[in-house]
């Protein structure tokens, strides 16, 4: 366990359906990221959060919405995806925006769109 | 804005031989410097950092990388390996000024076999 839980571990889902993706740390971190792992790809940075405050969007589209209600927890509401959204999405989470001491990781949600 | 290249999508190797993982970089501005190994159906976890100082820098389980300014490299190197150390390593860049976020590599797949 790293300090970081993500839920669910798997999911799939169609086109038309609502879910949400969840993670919570109980590490005391303030800053929260969202990112997209696809087979072949670098990882994407979708989102971050600062002392619950998105600092940044990185041209995610709409069908993708975050939500963290506070510095614990973060959320992914999906709708309407496409089967090209299917991928690993990862959760992580530092202290602070200084990078220095990197990011502590969740064992993601593999999200499969039919 | 930075990049990573990892040359190597695969390298295989057998139990016991030495093995070098390849990370190049792109950045106009000062870096911080990192790999991450991402075991099987988990997240990724942070193996060593490059901040400032020595440029041999050791990690987590025998692994240790060099950070080579006038070669933009970060190559991580284990002298002998494991059938444990199979998975997916990724370098990542940050800058120094807003080390705010991390750009990562598409990953390096390490097969240790017997």
């Known amino acids: 366990e790293t300090g970081v839980t993500q839920t669910p571990r798997h999911l799939v889902m169609g086109m038309t359906n609502k879910k949400s993706l969840k993670c919570e740390q109980h590490l005391g971190h303030n800053a929260m990221y969202w990112y997209k792992q696809s087979a072949k790809k670098p990882l994407e940075l979708m989102f971050v959060?600062?002392?619950?405050?998105?600092?940044e969007n990185n041209s995610v589209p709409s069908r993708f919405s975050p939500e963290c209600p506070n510095s614990s927890h973060l959320f992914l509401h999906l709708h309407t995806l496409q089967p090209e959204d299917s991928a690993l999405y990862l959760c992580a989470s530092s202290q602070d925006l200084n990078i220095q001491n990197g990011y502590t990781f969740g064992s993601g949600t593999r999200l499969t769109v039919v | 804005a930075q990049s990573v290249t990892q040359l190597d999508s695969q390298v295989p190797v057998f139990e016991e031989a030495p093995v070098e993982l390849r990370c190049n970089y792109s950045?106009?501005?000062?870096?911080?410097l990192f790999w991450y190994v991402q075991y099987p159906n988990q997240g990724l976890q942070l193996l060593l950092k490059y901040l400032s100082g020595s440029t041999l820098v050791k990690g987590i389980n025998g692994f240790e990388a060099e950070f080579n300014k006038s070669q933009t490299s970060f190559h991580l190197r284990k002298p002998s390996v494991h059938i444990s150390d199979t998975a997916e390593y990724f370098c990542a860049v940050s800058d120094t000024g807003t080390a705010s976020k991390l750009t990562f590599g598409t990953g390096t797949r390490l097969q240790v076999t017997l």
């Open positions: 959060y600062n002392f619950k405050e998105q600092t």
């Open positions: 950045s106009s501005v000062s870096v911080y």
